[in-house]
């Protein structure tokens, strides 16, 4: 029984190493398989596909810019969001604008008032008009009865020039009277209140200042995704300055630019869940 475990013994080290032999070419064989089947499947599937943080969309895009100047209080949309038409993208602040429009129907309020009490002032000088002619009337008559007296002697020379006198001053003062009412006329124009110059001018600046009002509330004016934000909430902004951009959600043949490689996607134009 010695011998024979002595001649057993010089095996064991052989046996283990073809065993660990066997176990790494089983391994490597493994590796080599999974090498060959993701191979394939890159070759079928992944090298159709592309992954990036430097990408958009080149499709049909609307730049986004505000119509009035102002400070920015919030930003509703960020890169990559989905927003329709009519949502909120940017806010300004209101301060300003509000009382600019404050004081535009303080204006038109005033400008109402003003042409209603000119159109009453027509009225008035017309009446005025009417009682300096009856005045010129009487002088008129006064003078024709002193006339003849006058010639006869009857009465004093400056009793005579006195009524004419007073027929020059009623005379004058019906011109007068008339001139008023031209120049309260031009103004008034024989119009309607709400036709009168002044008043659809005030109008016109209430109107203006309401849309400037409504313009710091910036709105998207289609469905699509936010991109190229640059806007920062407190950042003071012109009109001229670009906000961001919403792109319409691409259809087949849309362009897709990747780190300066281009490509033709086609994606459904359905509205994302």
């Known amino acids: 029984m010695s011998a024979n475990a002595e001649s057993q013994t010089p095996q064991q080290p052989g046996s283990k190493k073809g065993k660990r032999k066997g176990a790494l070419l089983l391994l490597t064989l493994l590796f080599i398989i999974i090498a060959v089947a993701y191979g394939i499947y890159w070759f079928l599937v992944l090298r159709h596909y592309e992954e990036t943080d430097d990408a958009y969309v080149a499709g049909n895009q609307v730049q986004i810019m505000a119509q009035v100047a102002g400070s920015v209080t919030k930003v509703w949309a960020d890169n990559t969001d989905y927003v329709q038409k009519g949502d909120p993208l940017v806010t300004l602040d209101r301060t300003d604008a509000q009382q600019a429009f404050e004081k535009a129907k303080t204006q038109l309020a005033?400008?109402?008032?003003?042409?209603?009490?000119?159109?009453?002032?027509?009225?008035?000088?017309?009446?005025?008009?009417?009682?300096?002619?009856?005045?010129?009337?009487?002088?008129?008559?006064?003078?024709?009865?002193?006339?003849?007296?006058?010639?006869?002697?009857?009465?004093g020379r400056e009793e005579l020039q006195h009524a004419r006198d007073t027929v020059a001053s009623a005379q004058a003062e019906l011109d007068v009277a008339i001139q008023q009412y031209n120049a309260n006329q031009a103004i008034v124009l024989g119009t309607r209140l709400e036709q009168q110059p002044a008043v659809l001018q005030a109008a016109t600046e209430v109107r203006n200042a309401w849309l400037a009002l409504q313009r710091t509330q910036i709105v998207s004016p289609i469905s699509g995704y936010v991109s190229r934000r640059s806007v920062q909430p407190g950042a003071q902004i012109g009109t001229t300055t670009p906000l961001m951009a919403v792109v319409r959600r691409p259809t087949c043949g849309s362009m897709l630019t990747l780190k300066r490689l281009s490509w033709r996607i086609c994606v459904s134009a359905s509205r994302p869940p």
């Not at 009490?117 to 008035?124: D, G, R, T, V």
């Open 110 to 155: 005033a400008s109402v008032r003003q042409t209603r009490q000119q159109m009453i002032n027509s009225k008035q000088l017309q009446a005025n008009i009417d009682v300096k002619k009856t005045a010129l009337a009487q002088a008129q008559a006064d003078l024709n009865r002193r006339i003849p007296l006058g010639a006869a002697n009857l009465i």
